[in-house]
């Protein structure tokens, strides 16, 4: 009975969001954007109920269609790894799809809406079956028609230049990453003669070197997607230049497939190995630093909160190598924390990250532009969605007593159960949590400036568009990111249920018995729950009293004093870069950036400007030497071509010849 | 939950007390007479007393964050060990949350600063955010060392002079100390991070985030100041005072560390000057080469069975 309605469920939300998606391209503008989120929330509310069953159960359910063409036999199977995927997905994208009807649907000329509906809808079906696929081509088939449809959701605002060359970057990263999924899978498939995952897991346990190869394949192909160092570039480039809808669907959602097909891998073996492990563990550090100092650094916002989304994957893929880790060693606490802690903040970042990303939007639709730098005073404009941006801010660094901060104790916490092991890894993991905290306190600087420079202070643009007018917030903006904020103070105040409800997830990707480290985390985070309770009501209770102390006295209102500043002009007020520009000076060797200073020259000042830009150095890396590279192979190989007879007569003449020796000597 | 009575005093009372002989060092080496001791309760009093002054540049955030930031504090005040059997609030991996918490008391008064818009409280909030980033691995480095060595995570099992006797596991006690001190030179705002008595543009980094509070909200800030000290101090104190001595003793040796910090913080005071801005980080950034000495030693002593 249950089977039926985890599979039911599933196909029935799909369904919907077939309809929704296909049809709604039929119906006048207005109607449209209705429909399309009513069917989004239906079929999310469906596809939701069959995930959490999914995930609850410790069993799997499967659906086995053998068909011999095209793809092989279709064979979907809902276990708990898959279900978590399918909750995760189906919480936040029905959000999104409603968002986006104050977005992109109040703005039809800008943006192709029939285009948009049907690639949304698309994108989130094809993600759903993703998770449940266990035949590698519907596998490659799906992640292909996922890039595609993100690609073209990416371009659908078909005026804007900027979004149209990210895409295209976009696309051609993602192809080059699906060769080396391409090949992993090809030689799966040839040494196996079969598609399905779980004969994979023969080869992969038969020699540790080709399971470190495959891996390393792998590694690349799903990393790209992710977007761990160095395969980063394009995320960057294509989630500030997307839509803010569709920015917080490939931010907080689609990225989390490339995660999803690590754990699908890993779940396959029965022994990782430690090059993996390591690996890793190195890549995921540095991306969560090297992304956080860019973070630091950025004066646009979406590109700030692409730079975020960056470092979390890399706290992901730490904790996901501390659970390798734990495989490795034999720990299952180290194992289950590890595990844990990644499912954990996967989940906690998808929401607080789509919160932002689509609150972002409402930023652009007020000020039409992403430069910090010409905003200002924000928050008595948008008073909601400003406080909403504070609540995913704190998340976001991981401080008490939101998800955030549940999610990086159990990372943290992971680093720590493993130090008793060997003198190596103690070392090893000691310095990951020194590197982490270091992330942590650089993400504080970030997001403190973030806050303060759009939403703070005064606004410094006096341009006539960005100016305050007749804009109260209306709901259809700020309901759904309510509703996330909303979700991330329970998931903050009692993670343990949530630790509870993806437990059979993390038993998916381990053979081990875990149920006691697993009860053992349990308790601990029960703990660390009571104990965020209490903070909340030391602060509510503080609250209380400045309330009381305030109510009964007078409160003047008087411009700001700070030791007789002038408030010359609000472009006098700390600009963003100045204030993170020591923190950069410490990361300066990682962050390539480029100052154009023109100075006050002669006896009486002239004008003077700075002028402060950094570049992602993998991005010139690739631009310029490996496309250099690629073109100059292609100018050798053009001279092959000729414009006469001869030289192709010549060739063919000498094909003939090639092949009769080749057989000759062959025989 | 135990309540026991000393630790609550302390963490209530002592930040005045503590207060009051830092400035009666100061003066004593200035050869005045000084305050009074209980100077700052006074002072906190007449604050609380007082209306606000409100500047139409702010939001709500500016109201929300001295409670934040008190509370905050208090919190963490809670989850210390003291002289009861345990503290208020414990369980394995609550240092990561006493952090937390003071990183989050932190992130508001950032938010505080920026709130006033103008150019000064922008430059204050910049150097507080960086210079806090610099010590944030030493402390981690030295507290998972220290989990290694007492083989348990919360804090009533990590504090305690370590066992042993040797001058390795001396030396490492003395090094958690320096660093700790000099974690709370900077929490606290003292020379040479930041001066706490000049209102000068180039030269404020603390006061400046917290110039256009008035009334209560300065109340809080300043309170909040001074109980993060005595947070710490109490936490250099428990280093010092070998684990599973009687409370009454505790009692006293606590309270007699407290009053030498505080003496040393104001003789400190009053014998340099703060660094250049741009020397700070030069400064901070030692605490990260001792934690990891602290580390290699700790890994020694517990590789030489010498736990």
Known sequence: ?667 | MEIPVFDWALLFLAPFLFRGVMEKTKAFWAGRKGPRVMQFLFDLVRLLRKGEVISPTTTYLFQLAPSVVLAAVVFAGLLLPGVGARPPISFEGDFLLFLAVLALGSFFALVNAWDIGSSFEGMGASREAVFRSIPEPAFFIVLGSLCLYQGAFSFEKLTGVLRGGSELSLLVTGLIVVILFILLLLEGKRIPMDDPATHLELTMIHEVMILDNSGPSLAFFQYASAMKMVIFSKLIALFLIPAGTPAAVAGLLITAVLFLIAVTIGTIESSMARLRLVRVPDFLLPTIGLSLIVMFVILLLVMGGLR
């Not at chain 1, 975020?308 to 893929?317: A, H, K, Q, T």
């Not at chain 1, 759904?480 to 409800?501: D, E, H, K, N, R």
């Open chain 1, 1 to 667: 009975m249950a089977e039926e309605m985890t599979t039911g469920l599933f196909f029935a939300g799909l369904a919907v969001l077939a309809v929704g998606g296909i049809l709604s391209g039929w119906f006048p503008h207005r109607v449209q954007t209705a429909i399309f989120s009513a069917l989004c929330v239906a079929g999310g509310g469906l596809t939701l109920s069959s995930g959490v069953t999914a995930m609850t159960r410790p069993d799997f359910v499967e659906i086995h269609w053998a068909l011999e063409f095209p793809l092989g036999d279709v064979l979907l199977r809902f276990d708990p790894l898959a279900g978590f995927f399918i909750t995760v997905f189906s919480l936040v994208f029905p959000i999104i799809a409603f968002h986006s009807r104050s977005y992109v649907g109040r703005d039809p000329e800008r943006f192709h809406l029939g285009l948009y509906h049907f690639q949304f809808a698309l994108l989130v079906v094809s993600m759903l079956l993703l998770v449940t696929t266990r035949n590698a081509l519907v596998f490659l088939v799906l992640w292909e028609l996922m890039s595609l449809s993100s690609f073209l959701l990416t371009a659908s605002e078909p005026r804007n230049r900027e979004a149209q060359s990210a895409a295209v970057f976009y696309l051609i990263a993602m192809h080059v990453a699906v060769l080396f999924l391409i090949a992993g899978f090809a030689y799966l498939i040839g040494r196996t003669g079969s598609l399905d995952f779980s004969d994979f897991g023969r080869v992969l346990d038969s020699d540790p070197l080709v399971r470190d190869v495959l891996f390393a394949l792998f590694f690349v192909g799903f990393g790209t997607k992710a977007g761990f160092f160095p395969l980063h570039t394009w995320l960057p480039k294509a989630h500030p230049a997307a839509p803010a809808p569709v920015s917080a669907l490939m931010s907080g959602l689609m990225i989390k497939t490339g995660i999803y097909g690590i754990l699908r891998l890993i779940s396959l073996v029965q022994d990782p190995g430690p090059a993996a492990a390591f690996t890793l563990l190195g890549v995921s550090l540095f991306t969560a630093l090297y992304a956080i100092l860019y973070a630091m650094g950025e004066r646009d916002l979406k590109k700030q909160l692409a730079y975020s989304s960056l470092e979390n994957m890399g706290l992901i893929g730490t904790g996901i190598a501390v659970g390798l880790l734990g495989q490795i060693y034999g720990n299952t606490l180290l194992l289950v924390w590890g595990y844990g802690g990644a499912l954990l903040h996967l989940f906690h970042h998808a929401l607080f990250k789509s919160t932002l990303f689509l609150l972002s939007g409402t930023v652009y639709s007020r000020m039409h532009t992403r430069d910090m730098e010409d905003m200002g005073g924000l928050a008595k404009r948008i008073p909601v969605t400003s406080a909403l941006f504070l609540m995913g801010s704190i998340a976001l660094c991981g401080l008490p007593p939101l998800a955030g901060f549940a999610s990086e104790f159990a990372l943290f916490f992971s680093l720590l159960q493993g130090i008793e092991t060997s003198a190596q890894l103690f070392f090893i993991l000691i310095c990951a949590l020194a590197l982490l905290s270091l992330v942590g306190a650089f993400a504080v600087i970030a997001f403190t400036k973030l806050l303060g420079v759009v939403f703070l202070g005064v606004n410094r643009s006096s341009a006539p568009g960005q100016q305050a007018a007749d804009e109260t917030e209306r709901p259809g903006e700020v309901l759904g990111p309510a509703l996330m904020s909303g979700l991330i103070l329970f998931a903050g105040a009692f993670p343990q249920f949530v630790m509870a409800a993806l437990a059979p997830a993390v038993a998916v990707l381990t053979t081990a018995e875990i149920s006691s480290p697993l009860s053992a985390m349990l308790g601990t985070l029960s703990r660390l729950s009571a104990a965020i309770l209490v903070f909340e009501g030391v602060l509510i209770a503080v609250m209380l009293l400045r309330w009381s102390l305030k109510r009964k006295k007078k409160t003047d209102r008087f411009k700001t004093w700070d030791c007789a500043y002038e408030a010359p002009r609000p472009r006098m007020q700390y600009t963003a870069s100045s204030y993170t520009l020591q923190a950069e000076g410490l990361g300066k060797h990682l962050l390539a950036a480029r100052s154009v200073v023109q100075k006050p020259e002669g006896l009486f000042p002239g004008p003077s400007s700075v002028k402060r830009k950094s570049f992602d150095f993998v991005e010139i890396f690739i631009r310029v030497v490996l496309s250099g590279l690629v073109e100059r192979f292609f100018r050798l190989v053009t001279h092959i071509q000729s414009n006469t007879h001869q030289t192709y007569v010549v060739y063919a003449i000498l094909f003939i010849v090639f092949n009769f020796t080749w057989i000759l000597v062959g025989r």
